[in-house]
């Protein structure tokens, strides 16, 4: 190292000073101002050029630390665990193989008799060299490994939130599941994942569970080293069922020629159910009002033909039909009117009285 940055010092200094004499050239001009700041910006680009070029020298005489003469068999990393073995042969077709000797990345080259294994882990290279019985030793080659030995982190996301009643956790049957799988060493190899009891796929697009009911979504993750995750699960139940809704006035409407008219005083209640997720919110309407939220008893005090409306929404988002009821509204009183008769009551006369002597 020290005789790295020795050397180049030297050749840095040996390029600036080119580039000095070249700068201090007497036919050089330097009449105006912008000369002299494109002198001064050429003079810079050329200094770091210079060291570069020095840079690139001391590369080419010392070379970087891979050790001289070794050559990498494979330009990609090969992938494994602190598990992995490896073992190493060789031939001679001469003096035949005395030793075959390996060595990691920073440490001294030994013997091979027993298989390889590398525990730290992240990127490495392994050295590896055959030497024959008359002392001739092969040019080292190098395996560059990644070693690995941690599982992915895999996680399952709805797309919308899911809606936890009692601990159940429920959704939609329209909401979608990705799976988010990390590894931070060697990357993610592949996500596999089932749903229920078929067999375990390939995850390639978001989930959606088609069928209603308690669903079991099962996921894990490889990475390339071969880690997998611990498989992991969550059960969802799919609520695919309507609320239902009803309007209940407090007396019954009166039908009079196929009109049902509301008696005084009357009003209408909302009621909606969902043996679901359960009711999240009403909404009703009165004529042409737009929907609003459902808080109190409806009561409808205006002359005329009304119409009243009325849907529920779960906790899922599944939303009921729209029921409604058609009411007549009639604040008139009703008008009535006394007359004296023209005629005379007609009087009927009274029957005979009859005897009450006892027959002899």
Same mark, same amino acid.
């Given at each position: ?42 003079? !810079? ?24 003469? &070794? ?47 590398? !525990? ?16 001739? &030793? ?33 959704? !939609? ?25 078929? &067999? ?32 992991? !699960? ?75 409306? &009325? ?50």
């Amino acid at each position: 190292m020290q005789a790295h940055k020795y050397l180049l010092a030297i050749l840095t200094i040996f390029f600036a000073g080119q580039i000095t004499a070249q700068v201090a050239d007497p036919k050089a001009t330097t009449s105006t101002k912008d000369k002299a700041i494109q002198k001064t910006e050429s003079t !810079s680009t050329k200094a770091k050029d210079g060291v570069d070029k020095a840079e690139t020298t001391v590369n080419d005489i010392l070379g970087d630390k891979k050790e001289a003469g &070794a050559s990498t068999s494979d330009a990609a990393a090969l992938f494994i665990t602190s598990k992995t073995s490896f073992s190493l042969d060789a031939k001679d077709d001469s003096s035949t193989i005395d030793f075959i000797e390996w060595k990691p990345k920073n440490g001294e080259y030994r013997r091979f008799t027993q298989p390889i294994r590398i !525990s730290e882990e992240g990127l490495t290279e392994i050295y590896y060299r055959s030497v024959d019985k008359v002392g001739n &030793a092969e040019t080292p080659k190098i395996l560059v490994v990644n070693v690995d030995n941690t599982a992915p982190r895999v996680s399952l996301v709805p797309q919308e939130q899911l809606f936890v009643l009692d601990g159940v956790p429920f959704a !939609s049957k329209n909401n979608t599941y990705t799976i988010v799988a990390e590894d931070r060493q060697t990357g993610v190899e592949k996500v596999q994942f089932s749903i229920n009891q078929e &067999a375990a796929k390939g995850y390639t697009d978001p989930i959606k569970l088609e069928n209603g009911g308690a669903n079991v979504i099962k996921y894990s993750a490889t990475d390339r080293s071969g880690n997998s995750s611990p498989e992991s !699960s969550m059960i969802i139940t799919v609520d695919d069922v309507k609320p239902t809704i009803e309007i209940v006035p407090s007396y019954p409407l009166v039908d009079i020629n196929g009109k049902n008219f509301q008696r005084k005083g009357n009003v209408f209640y909302v009621n909606a159910t969902d043996k679901e997720s359960g009711v999240k919110k009403i909404l009703v309407k009165v004529d042409e009002e737009e929907f609003k939220p459902y808080v109190e008893a409806i009561s409808i005090e205006t002359q005329g033909d009304h119409v009243i409306k &009325a849907m529920a929404v779960d906790n899922v988002g599944n939303q009921s039909d729209v029921v409604e009821v058609k009411l007549t509204v009639d604040l008139t009183p009703p008008t009535s009117t006394i007359q004296k008769s023209t005629e005379e009551p007609k009087v009927e006369a009274a029957p005979a009285p009859q005897s009450s002597t006892p027959a002899k």
